[in-house]
């Protein structure tokens, strides 16, 4: 029998560790979501490809990824103000759409960042993205 008041160091590094996970799953779980999302994207743009051009196919994946619905990121209004905005804040030069007519293969990716503030010392990480699909022209219709 364990005497009372005796620390378990096995218990405690568990109940820290289940702290730390609960911890990262409150800050981190939301950008690994909508990166889950802009793969979504970056899917349904391929399925599109056999019938639309590089830039429609850009702009297709800009409107889902910067839907006000889609997370969020912080953006300059132009005055030196820093507000919170819908959207990934994603750029039409971080989409790489490139189509191989020899092997018949095209690869969509996009690259972006987003932050993470984390509580309660608001040190910023940011955590980087490059979700991609690379595979043989689809289909056409």
Do not use: C
Not at 117 to 132: A, G
Request: without cysteine; aromatic residues 8%.
């Amino acid at each position: 029998m364990r005497p009372t008041g005796k620390v378990n160091y096995v218990t405690l590094a568990l109940i820290v560790a289940a702290l730390g996970g609960i911890y990262w799953v409150i800050f981190f779980a939301p950008v690994y979501l909508d990166n889950m999302d802009v793969k979504e994207a970056i899917e349904a743009a391929y399925n599109q490809s056999s019938q639309l051009g590089d830039d429609p196919l850009r702009k297709f994946v800009l409107d889902r990824v910067n839907s006000s619905q889609l997370g969020n990121h912080r953006e300059d209004d132009g005055y030196g103000n820093v507000k919170v905005v819908g959207g990934l804040g994603i750029k039409p030069e971080q989409i790489t759409i490139e189509r191989n007519e020899v092997t018949r293969r095209i690869r969509i990716q996009v690259e972006y960042a987003r932050e993470v503030v984390l509580k309660p010392t608001s040190r910023v990480r940011t955590v980087r993205f490059r979700p991609q699909k690379e595979a043989p022209f689809p289909a056409t219709k």
